[in-house]
């Protein structure tokens, strides 16, 4: 996790300084309870002492007293033991009175039925997850199987998603930058034969996978959204086919780079950003360049150099700082940045779309009965149907119609959960489960092929390890919000039942464990920033071992799995700016003179001006990656009209230059009167500087 986008804020455990300052008690407690249980036997105060480093006096870098771990290591046992039997006697003293406390794991506590949770638990649970990183889909299902959860009490969870195989196979397209070939039914039921299209994005939404793309045999300006479900056929790659037109979305995050140097011209004392994502041209290296190249570089202006610098990336930042910045080299690259500052100059407004509220938020859409009742009740059915094919006990097919009338259910429903469960076998849970199903002959009667019951037929098994990730969601959560400390910790009892019913555990530390004097004193500095809400520049190492100058406007210290990272903003307008800086890789951190500048999009007092543009259709990609962006209606040839969430005039400048020659109109708005006057104006200077 390294400069990525932060995740929701709402559930980002944020590391204070009192925090920093002691070592973590849930987790040192989790270390207590997998101790014991492994120890199957009586254990002294004396030997728990010894054999845990979490309490010893040096577990946390005595070489900074501010943040020395427990100083008194029994009391700190004491009081460990105390907050776990909290609600329940999990463990239990043997000693006599007045001796050396001699503490066991309850024999009878080892022995009581499995867990299962509570509606209300297991939602804890769920939004405990969200502070782990990777995805828990196999365990929230798991979740679900071991809670009481009926109708009235829904986890707004899918636990049927999968990716279909036609995905996996678009995904490679994509990479490959091949047409894909296949069979199309769409919504009004006309049937296409051998469909081609150009994939350039895959995305899930409202419980459906689709593919955007381009049709090669139509206008370049012409894109689709296809609904993967509606695929009649298998998904043929030509591999002997490149792309017609360029991919406007780069795949994942890998950019397409330059195949040479990009070379741009910076005005005196602008474009700061720009400043720090390149390097000067030195004087030796501006000589051996050719007269017909510096011969585009303004008079006074600084010359910058950036290697693989990203295509997508860098079209993106230089039309931000349109009239602040020239493109030198390459030519191609040069010229495309001239056409989309010659379409700028010639913008005009528009007045605002009749019939429709540009002001307030979006109504929340609520989530409908199928959303809300899948989650529980269809891995009820699959794990019913699943249970009644190995009653049987044959391999013999079982008629559809026999299912239909032990259940009553609909054949439909019956093909769908069977087609569900035919997914269920694949490897996408990098699981082998014996109990295999699907259709067969011709009057599609259901087989299946016996073997030991899976273990999630009877009921979904929370491993040890899905118990330490659990117990440390939790924790992370219960900093958070500690006033539900309380209805947390009845939560990790349980989980901690699952840990102690699985004796011979061996953990791996987990967790922020020392925080060295060098890392305090990043922390320090870290934490004045934010206090005097300044700017830090640092020298940042990033995941290629490449040191480089970077600037952020720190939000938070956050302390995730083994980790601590700095929360900030980035002077990027493109995406959400957003990032998480690993603590370890920040060398030369110093506060700057300039405080946070209010352009930037965040948590505000005060509402966002909502405004409304116009932007061409391959302009969604861009949108797609804008948090202040929604979509209020697409045009039959595919322009859109977007609103944007407006925090002041700068972000909305830079926003609208990103847009170039995808910008149609920016519609009248008393919150920006003169946005168009001043849009041309920028592109006219940008055309000046170009000598256009």
């Given at each position: 996790?390294?400069?990525?986008?932060?995740?929701?804020?709402?559930?980002?455990?944020?590391?204070?300084?009192?925090?920093?300052?002691?070592?973590?008690?849930?987790?040192?407690?989790?270390?207590?309870?997998?101790?014991?249980?492994?120890?199957?036997?009586?254990?002294?105060?004396?030997?728990?002492?010894?054999?845990?480093?979490?309490?010893?006096?040096?577990?946390?870098?005595?070489?900074?007293?501010?943040?020395?771990?427990?100083?008194?290591?029994?009391?700190?046992?004491?009081?460990?033991?105390?907050?776990?039997?909290?609600?329940?006697?999990?463990?239990?003293?043997?000693?006599?009175?007045?001796?050396?406390?001699?503490?066991?794991?309850?024999?009878?506590?080892?022995?009581?039925?499995?867990?299962?949770?509570?509606?209300?638990?297991?939602?804890?649970?769920?939004?405990?997850?969200?502070?782990?990183?990777?995805?828990?889909?196999?365990?929230?299902?798991?979740?679900?199987?071991?809670?009481?959860?009926?109708?009235?009490?829904?986890?707004?969870?899918?636990?049927?998603?999968?990716?279909?195989?036609?995905?996996?196979?678009?995904?490679?397209?994509?990479?490959?930058?091949?047409?894909?070939?296949?069979?199309?039914?769409?919504?009004?039921?006309?049937?296409?034969?051998?469909?081609?299209?150009?994939?350039?994005?895959?995305?899930?939404?409202?419980?459906?996978?689709?593919?955007?793309?381009?049709?090669?045999?139509?206008?370049?300006?012409?894109?689709?959204?296809?609904?993967?479900?509606?695929?009649?056929?298998?998904?043929?790659?030509?591999?002997?086919?490149?792309?017609?037109?360029?991919?406007?979305?780069?795949?994942?995050?890998?950019?397409?780079?330059?195949?040479?140097?990009?070379?741009?011209?910076?005005?005196?004392?602008?474009?700061?950003?720009?400043?720090?994502?390149?390097?000067?041209?030195?004087?030796?290296?501006?000589?051996?360049?050719?007269?017909?190249?510096?011969?585009?570089?303004?008079?006074?202006?600084?010359?910058?150099?950036?290697?693989?610098?990203?295509?997508?990336?860098?079209?993106?930042?230089?039309?931000?700082?349109?009239?602040?910045?020239?493109?030198?080299?390459?030519?191609?690259?040069?010229?495309?940045?001239?056409?989309?500052?010659?379409?700028?100059?010639?913008?005009?407004?528009?007045?605002?779309?009749?019939?429709?509220?540009?002001?307030?938020?979006?109504?929340?859409?609520?989530?409908?009965?199928?959303?809300?009742?899948?989650?529980?009740?269809?891995?009820?059915?699959?794990?019913?149907?699943?249970?009644?094919l190995v009653d049987r006990a044959s391999d013999q097919p079982v008629e559809v119609s026999a299912v239909t009338k032990h259940f009553g259910w609909e054949e439909a429903e019956v093909r769908d959960l069977v087609t569900r469960l035919s997914l269920l076998t694949a490897d996408e849970f990098e699981v082998e489960y014996s109990l295999q199903v699907g259709f067969v002959g011709p009057d599609h009667s259901l087989i299946y092929h016996a073997g030991e019951t899976p273990d999630w037929i009877k009921l979904p098994a929370i491993l040890p390890a899905d118990a330490i990730n659990l117990f440390l969601g939790l924790e992370a959560l219960s900093r958070y919000v500690p006033t539900h400390r309380e209805a947390i910790t009845a939560v990790e009892n349980k989980v901690a039942t699952i840990i102690l019913q699985s004796p011979g555990l061996t953990?791996?530390?987990?967790?922020?464990?020392?925080?060295?004097?060098?890392?305090?004193?990043?922390?320090?500095?870290?934490?004045?920033?934010?206090?005097?809400?300044?700017?830090?520049?640092?020298?940042?190492?990033?995941?290629?071992?490449?040191?480089?100058?970077?600037?952020?406007?720190?939000?938070?210290?956050?302390?995730?799995?083994?980790?601590?990272?700095?929360?900030?903003?980035?002077?990027?307008?493109?995406?959400?700016?957003?990032?998480?800086?690993?603590?370890?890789?920040?060398?030369?951190?110093?506060?700057?003179?300039?405080?946070?500048?209010?352009?930037?999009?965040?948590?505000?007092?005060?509402?966002?001006?909502?405004?409304?543009?116009?932007?061409?259709?391959?302009?969604?990609?861009?949108?797609?990656?804008?948090?202040?962006?929604?979509?209020?209606?697409?045009?039959?040839?595919?322009?859109?009209?977007?609103?944007?969430?407006?925090?002041?005039?700068?972000?909305?400048?830079?926003?609208?230059?990103?847009?170039?020659?995808?910008?149609?109109?920016?519609?009248?708005?008393?919150?920006?009167?003169?946005?168009?006057?001043?849009?041309?104006?920028?592109?006219?200077?940008?055309?000046?500087?170009?000598?256009?």
């Amino acid at each position: 996790m390294d400069e990525i986008d932060a995740f929701d804020e709402e559930f980002v455990p944020n590391l204070t300084r009192e925090m920093a300052k002691a070592a973590f008690p849930g987790e040192r407690q989790l270390f207590l309870l997998c101790f014991l249980s492994e120890a199957q036997r009586p254990v002294a105060t004396s030997e728990i002492l010894s054999q845990l480093q979490r309490y010893h006096p040096d577990f946390v870098s005595s070489e900074d007293e501010s943040l020395v771990g427990p100083t008194d290591p029994a009391g700190t046992l004491m009081s460990d033991i105390t907050n776990i039997n909290q609600g329940a006697k999990i463990i239990v003293n043997r000693a006599e009175v007045g001796q050396e406390g001699i503490y066991q794991i309850n024999p009878e506590f080892m022995s009581e039925e499995p867990v299962r949770f509570t509606a209300a638990e297991a939602s804890w649970l769920e939004v405990g997850l969200r502070f782990l990183e990777g995805d828990h889909t196999i365990l929230l299902t798991k979740i679900l199987g071991l809670s009481d959860i009926g109708k009235e009490d829904i986890i707004d969870l899918d636990t049927e998603l999968r990716i279909p195989g036609s995905a996996q196979t678009l995904f490679k397209a994509i990479m490959q930058r091949n047409p894909v070939t296949f069979d199309y039914r769409n919504m009004k039921g006309t049937f296409t034969k051998d469909l081609v299209i150009e994939p350039w994005k895959l995305y899930f939404h409202n419980g459906y996978f689709y593919v955007q793309g381009h049709y090669p045999n139509e206008y370049s300006g012409k894109f689709r959204t296809l609904h993967l479900s509606r695929f009649e056929s298998e998904v043929t790659i030509n591999e002997d086919v490149s792309f017609t037109v360029p991919n406007p979305i780069p795949p994942i995050d890998l950019d397409s780079p330059l195949h040479e140097p990009l070379l741009f011209a910076l005005a005196p004392n602008a474009a700061h950003e720009l400043r720090h994502r390149a390097q000067p041209v030195s004087a030796s290296e501006f000589s051996e360049l050719s007269a017909e190249v510096t011969a585009h570089v303004p008079k006074d202006w600084e010359l910058f150099k950036v290697e693989n610098a990203g295509f997508y990336d860098w079209v993106a930042l230089l039309k931000e700082f349109l009239a602040d910045a020239t493109v030198v080299s390459p030519a191609w690259f040069r010229d495309k940045i001239i056409a989309e500052a010659s379409q700028l100059s010639k913008l005009q407004p528009a007045p605002a779309p009749r019939g429709k509220k540009t002001g307030g938020t979006p109504k929340e859409r609520k989530p409908s009965k199928i959303s809300k009742d899948n989650a529980f009740l269809m891995a009820q059915k699959m794990r019913t149907l699943a249970q009644f094919l190995v009653d049987r006990a044959s391999d013999q097919p079982v008629e559809v119609s026999a299912v239909t009338k032990h259940f009553g259910w609909e054949e439909a429903e019956v093909r769908d959960l069977v087609t569900r469960l035919s997914l269920l076998t694949a490897d996408e849970f990098e699981v082998e489960y014996s109990l295999q199903v699907g259709f067969v002959g011709p009057d599609h009667s259901l087989i299946y092929h016996a073997g030991e019951t899976p273990d999630w037929i009877k009921l979904p098994a929370i491993l040890p390890a899905d118990a330490i990730n659990l117990f440390l969601g939790l924790e992370a959560l219960s900093r958070y919000v500690p006033t539900h400390r309380e209805a947390i910790t009845a939560v990790e009892n349980k989980v901690a039942t699952i840990i102690l019913q699985s004796p011979g555990l061996t953990l791996v530390p987990l967790g922020v464990d020392t925080i060295s004097a060098e890392d305090g004193a990043k922390l320090e500095k870290l934490w004045d920033a934010i206090e005097s809400k300044h700017l830090i520049e640092m020298e940042y190492t990033n995941a290629a071992d490449e040191k480089k100058l970077d600037r952020a406007a720190p939000v938070a210290i956050l302390a995730i799995k083994d980790q601590i990272y700095l929360q900030g903003i980035k002077q990027k307008v493109r995406s959400y700016p957003w990032r998480l800086f690993r603590l370890e890789r920040m060398n030369k951190i110093r506060l700057l003179e300039e405080s946070i500048p209010a352009a930037r999009p965040r948590k505000s007092a005060h509402k966002p001006t909502p405004v409304t543009v116009r932007l061409g259709s391959e302009a969604l990609p861009q949108v797609d990656q804008i948090r202040e962006a929604r979509v209020l209606k697409r045009e039959k040839n595919g322009d859109l009209t977007v609103e944007l969430s407006a925090y002041d005039d700068k972000w909305l400048t830079r926003t609208l230059l990103s847009f170039g020659k995808d910008l149609r109109a920016f519609c009248d708005s008393k919150a920006f009167p003169e946005m168009t006057e001043k849009l041309q104006e920028i592109a006219k200077r940008a055309l000046a500087n170009y000598q256009v």
